[in-house]
């Protein structure tokens, strides 16, 4: 991009920097259309959201790797447009991040600070992604092993999780091996994957290695209420 032209008295699609106007909430408020003009705004910067801010669907967020959004706590935010963003973490904080109904097809939990193949227990990141997923938006894992040190749950949620595939461990010594894996790092026994309350999840693709500790891989419907029906659960290795 060689050049930035102002739209905003422009009822046509666009793209424009939020950091020209100091902070997001200002950004947002000169393109709150909701819906008359299309616009799209690089975020390539940290930028601070300190008080409940509403993203409207008019408004695409494209986040570039070393843009983020560090969410004050307490704080809410909610994305009613689509988000465009590579597998790198844009969201940052203690604050809270909610998807509104068709804004994210496609969710990665990279979003939230998850990193495949690293020591850390990636649970909270796994955890927050789903919790602010939208109805019927998938949670798309990496190919690569996911760390988790308590439960990960889905509940009363329409969902999709997605991985790459079962865990295929590569014979060759210097090849990487392929798919999808939860492992658990967690110090004692336990449940890795929860489902509950749900209609019409789907859950696919992946390889649950508890670690000779945990005690159940998948658990649906653990008390029976609210009970689930209509899910799907596919290639998946326990």
Partial sequence: ITAVVDLRSQSIQGIDHAERYGTLSAAIDEYDDTGDRLITLLVSSRMPVTANLTVPNNVTLAIMRGGSLDRASGVVLTLNGPVDAGRYRIFYGTGTTSFGPGTAERVYPEWFGAVVNDTTNDQPFLQEAIDAMPTRGMLSLADGRYLI???VTILNKNIS???????????????????TELEWSGTGSGVMLEVSGTRGVTVENLHLDGANLATTGLLVDANNTPSSFGNFFKNIEI
């Fill in 161 to 179: 999780v997605s991985g790459a595939g079962g865990w295929a461990v590569n014979a060759e010594p210097d090849a990487a091996d392929s798919g």
């Fill in 149 to 151: 040190g308590s439960v």
